[in-house]
């Protein structure tokens, strides 16, 4: 059991450092210059005031260093928590920024994913007993998991929001308030925070349900359920063994899912424009600022990679055939 | 008089049409008694054993009576059926290796099953320890999950498990299927010892196997393209078979110690497709003794004292 938690802490440590250099190195060799860009805004154009600024921002971003004590400087901030200073919002640390936008998408993606997969998971082991369900839901499943999200989210933003009036289509809360611990902030977090989680919810749930009805549905068949049966075993039993059973490759499906859910996350919010991590790639990204992309991405590597980690943990305690397989096995 | 099957039909429904699988069979158990079902495959054996406890959702009652310790089986209806699953009619089936649900452990699965039967787990742990036992396992195996056994431990689990109620009916499928020649063996065995202390009543053993069969069976029903062809004690089988196809599949049997260098012989040709089955006699075509009677079809007659015979060459003597 340690042994094999070892391994896989191993392997996670391994990509994260893979993760984190591919994540330093894609901002210093893409074409363009950061300070450059931030000083051609500032429309300076004094040569030697350029010049001038050029080295001073260079120092302070730390790009006047040669590559590999960045590169070193770079972990070792990483270990003190600085990620470096934005050059969009300069002077404010990355790290603030990120931490600011983090519980937005927290609380977007963790109900969409958790409930969808629930949600979907019971529906397809419902819908795999009852042919009326299968016949008209199901396909309806199947269209909305083709569709293309973004023109789904636009579609609904449209209806729901435009058309009918009943949810805001942009923003956290209301640009009219102040952030505060008060009713009225919370009710306008809440509403808008509706539109952007259904879609994500939406969308992911046909997926689920698919999956799970045609799980269902060979659990059903397999051996041990037959055998079941013609003892006499009530319906319940049978389908709770075989519900218990599909949950499995629905386990792992939702960890080989995580890293799409996550890129979905990044569509949602800028469609509706919600102030999440999402938004900030975008924004970070036309504003040339790459020490905030790459904390983002930072972040959204280790999200991945824990939320991996926690599902690994997960699919150990409930199949047991994967323990006996560590603990290597007796036959 | 435990078992009365009286011309039972049961079909299976395809896109094609009806497969008559069973077409009018007619048998008897005694108490006690312990039954070889064999014949080669798709002649209706593991769908007669199939039909005796649950019908899948392809197969169709088309007609006939069962009967077990004088009361009526409504095989037909699933749900009535419910109460004697188990209780009365019990089964271990043709793929016991795969039979346990993998992801619980062996011990609990068994309390859930029984608790949903209505039979409380404590009043039966003494009990199912014991049997364990009896077949040759720890009690420690249900602690265990289904993968931590092998093939055999397995198979012996499902044993002890289905006849775990007592049944008055077993139904064995193919058991020794998948098992080497030892483990076949002790299988048989251990089947014959439930029977002689009355963990089951009377077993059907259904089998293409007949040289193990006549190692245990009392007796042995022999069916071809779903008809019985014959029944008889087993010695009387083996030693004096009456219907054609029984001598035929007999003599296709090598025999241990044989010095002549003779080769076996088969029966030439394959048994007729059951979607639209030839009238009369169903083994007329490969049959060397076949004439113009065949074409109706035998009756099952009693050619001697519990020996029975469906040719019109033997029984209408």
Not at chain 1, 120 to 141: C, E, M, Q, Y
């Amino acid at each position: 059991m340690w042994r094999y938690m070892g391994r896989k802490l191993f392997v996670y440590a391994l990509t994260f450092v893979v993760a984190v250099t591919i994540n330093w190195m894609i901002p210093r060799f893409m074409p363009g210059d950061p300070v450059r860009s931030m000083l051609s805004r500032g429309s300076v154009s004094d040569p030697e005031a350029l010049e001038r600024m050029t080295a001073y921002y260079n120092e302070v971003f730390g790009l006047d260093a040669p590559l590999h004590e960045q590169y070193l400087s770079f972990w070792a901030g990483l270990f003190r928590g600085d990620l470096g200073i934005s050059v969009m919002f300069y002077p404010e640390p990355v790290v603030d920024i990120i931490l600011r936008a983090v519980p937005y998408t927290l609380a977007l993606l963790v109900p969409a994913i958790v409930l969808s997969w629930i949600v979907g998971n019971h529906f397809g082991a419902f819908a795999a007993r009852s042919k009326v369900l299968d016949n008209t839901i199901l396909p309806a499943g199947y269209v909305l998991t083709a569709t293309p999200y973004m023109w789904l989210a636009l579609l609904m933003a449209w209806s729901l929001g435009i058309v009918a009036g009943v949810f805001p289509t942009a923003g956290g809360y209301s640009f009219a308030l102040t952030p505060g611990a008060n009713w009225e902030f919370v009710s306008s977090l809440i509403v808008h925070w509706f539109l952007p989680f259904l879609s994500m919810f939406v969308v992911a749930l046909g997926g689920w349900a698919i999956g799970m009805r045609n799980m269902i549905i060979y659990e059903l068949e397999d051996d041990y359920a037959t055998y079941l049966r013609a003892l006499g075993a009530p319906r319940r039993l049978v389908r709770r063994y075989a519900f218990r059973n599909a949950m499995l490759p629905q386990i792992t499906g939702l960890a080989v899912q995580l890293g799409t859910i996550i890129t979905g996350a990044l569509l949602t919010e800028i469609v509706f424009n919600y102030p999440g991590l999402g938004t900030l790639v975008l924004d970070s990204l036309n504003n040339r600022d790459f020490f905030l992309l790459q904390g983002i991405f930072l972040f959204v590597v280790v999200g991945v990679l824990i939320a991996n980690f926690v599902i690994d943990v997960v699919y150990v305690l409930i199949d047991p055939r994967t323990r006996v397989q560590m603990t290597g096995g007796s036959s | 008089m435990s078992l009365h099957v009286n011309d039972l039909k049961v079909h299976y429904r395809t896109l094609r049409g009806d497969v008559h699988a069973i077409d009018g069979v007619t048998f008897s158990l005694e108490d006690g008694e312990i039954m070889g079902l064999v014949g080669e495959s798709g002649c209706g054996k593991s769908t007669l054993g199939k039909s005796l406890i649950r019908l899948d959702s392809q197969m169709r009652h088309v007609g006939g009576t069962v009967e077990l310790d004088g009361r009526g089986v409504p095989i037909a209806d699933d749900d009535a059926m419910v109460p004697l699953r188990y209780h009365e009619v019990s089964l271990i089936p043709q793929y016991a290796m795969s039979a346990l649900n993998p992801i619980r452990r062996i011990g609990r699965m068994i309390d859930e099953l029984l608790r949903a039967r209505g039979v409380r787990p404590a009043d039966k742990a003494d009990e199912l320890r014991r049997r364990l036992e009896l077949v040759g396992l720890e009690p420690d195996v249900l602690r265990r999950f289904p993968i931590e056994l092998s093939g055999g431990m397995k198979q012996r689990v499902v044993m002890v498990l289905s006849t775990l109620l007592d049944p008055s009916l077993l139904i064995a499928d193919e058991v020794t299927s998948a098992l080497d020649v030892s483990t076949q063996r002790s299988v048989a065995e251990s089947l014959v010892e439930f029977r002689d202390r009355g963990y089951v009543r009377s077993m059907v053993f259904v089998t293409h196997d007949v040289s193990l069969v006549y190692q245990i069976a009392d007796t042995i029903m022999v069916m071809y393209a779903g008809h019985v062809a014959e029944k008889g004690p087993a010695d009387s089988i083996v030693s004096e078979p009456r219907h054609p196809y029984t001598q035929m599949l007999l003599s296709a049997l090598p025999e241990v110690g044989s010095t002549s260098g003779e080769r076996l012989q088969g029966i030439p040709g394959t048994p007729p497709g059951l979607l639209d089955p030839p009238t009369g006699c169903r083994f007329r075509a490969r049959c060397p003794m076949a004439f113009d009677k065949c074409a109706e079809r035998p009756p099952l007659v009693e050619t001697a004292p519990g020996h029975w015979s469906a040719c019109w060459k033997t029984g209408g003597e």
